[in-house]
């Protein structure tokens, strides 16, 4: 639980610009591996540059002379994970204190992030471990839909109750899984 707040907290602090780690990585690291030019080369390939390269460099799966890109693709499947497990979590809280107007596009938020945790990441675990790349990338976009899919929940609310979720818990969550599923699916497809 403690490695889970950890990583919660890293992919917060670098979604919102916070510098954590080494971002500089040269060729080789510090113990002559290639890790880090493993992971320059990987996230050089993905939409979001900086963000690979905190949650990977952060990860200890990483430091192994053994890495290669299933496991950097593990590392973003578990990222996007923690993502969505925080955003139940969220969910769960702001059933409490949002008006009623709150509760159909929050229980439907639940219902996509349920699937994310028990159903994509899962799939895209899986298919990493069985080598079976395309089925991973399928999960990791499918995790990107339910977050986009959350977000229209809101939008689809009455036209005359207008739900300012902007800038709420419920909006930077879904940008962050949208974020992490897309550098997740550019990595995974290194492996195709």
């Known amino acids: 639980m403690k490695s889970l707040f950890t990583a919660m907290m890293l992919i917060s602090s670098v979604l919102n610009g916070g510098k954590i780690g080494n971002t500089n990585y040269s060729s080789d690291d510090d113990d002559g591996s290639s890790n880090g ?3 320059n080369t990987a996230c050089n390939n993905t939409p979001n540059y900086a963000l690979c390269v ?3 460099a952060s990860d200890p799966r990483t430091s192994s002379k053994a890495v290669n890109v299933e496991t ?3 590392v973003m499947v578990d990222a996007v994970k923690a993502k969505a497990e925080e955003m139940i979590e969220t969910i769960r809280e702001l059933e409490k204190s949002k008006p009623v107007e709150w509760r159909l596009p929050l229980s439907q938020c639940y219902i996509y992030y349920y ?3 028990h159903a994509d990441v899962p799939e895209a675990e899986a298919a990493l471990k069985r080598g079976v790349p395309k089925f991973a990338e399928d999960g990791m976009a499918d995790a990107a839909v339910e977050a986009e ?3 229209a929940a809101f939008k689809l609310q009455n036209e005359d109750i207008i739900l300012d ?3 709420s818990a ?3 969550t879904n940008k962050d ?3 992490l599923s897309a550098v997740a699916t550019s990595i995974i497809k290194m492996l195709l």
């Open 37 to 39: 030019g493993l992971i």
């Open 149 to 151: 899919s959350c977000e």
């Open 165 to 167: 979720y902007s800038g």
């Open 115 to 117: 699937a994310v945790v």
């Open 170 to 172: 419920i909006d930077e």
């Open 72 to 74: 950097l693709g593990l």
């Open 177 to 179: 899984v949208i974020q």
């Open 54 to 56: 905190s949650v990977l």
